[in-house]
């Protein structure tokens, strides 16, 4: 389900769907987290594509899909904490992560799929895509890390706005770098990976750090 290919200083992680994660399927968070965490381990790799082979990066969560997130949260609370939302969580693994981490999404992003573009480090999205905020469904979601990217006010906007953002939207608020033809996405986020990759590890972790 979850695909590692390491080419250089470049690593790229392939899910063939985000939604067990929208689910809050313990395990798939805990093998993503695990994946991102040896990876940001490895010395040889300075930035990690993130990416789903769909044609949407994360479909919306289903009401049953809600039934069964909830249930795990209330079932298994300590085992759901440590998976997605402790420090040791995936989240926290991805907004602390040694290296630069670029999302790219195509089609519709929410729930989880949200929660990961908020906490990677670069975001490439295709002119199609759309972007659900997951404030309403999601207990792990961080207001803090839209603030920090969009500003409180656009931050604020997406919460409470209701609809979807199109990609046009999510760029001009800063949600997202880069918005480019679906053709496109992989060549886009692996110019942005090799850029990064130019950059001295150290600064890089350091940064990240202190701006976190």
């Known amino acids: 389900m979850i695909d590692l290919k390491l080419s250089g200083a470049l690593a790229t992680i392939t899910l063939q769907e985000l939604e067990p994660l929208s689910r809050h399927d313990i395990e798939f968070a805990l093998e993503l987290r695990n994946v991102i965490r040896d990876t940001a381990d490895d010395d040889n790799v300075k930035a990690i594509i993130l990416r789903t082979e769909g044609l949407d990066f994360c479909l919306p969560p289903t009401a049953s899909d809600l039934k069964i997130a909830a249930d795990s949260i209330i079932k298994k609370a300590a085992a759901w904490h440590a998976a997605y939302s402790a420090s040791s969580g995936l989240y926290q693994n991805m907004v602390y992560c040694k290296k630069f981490i670029i999302t790219v999404t195509r089609g519709q992003c ?75 996405l992989d060549a886009c986020a692996i110019s942005a990976a090799k850029a990064a990759a130019l950059m001295p590890l150290d600064g890089v972790a350091m940064t990240k750090v202190l701006l976190e």
């Open 110 to 184: 929410a729930g989880a799929g949200s929660m990961l573009v908020l906490c990677s480090d670069f975001t490439v999205s295709s002119f199609d895509a759309t972007f659900e905020a997951p404030f309403a469904q999601y207990p792990e979601s961080n207001l803090v890390l839209a603030e920090l990217t969009m500003r409180l006010n656009r931050a604020k906007s997406w919460m409470l706005g209701g609809i979807a953002w199109s990609a046009e939207k999510a760029l001009h608020a800063g949600l997202i770098n880069q918005a480019v033809d679906a053709v496109d």
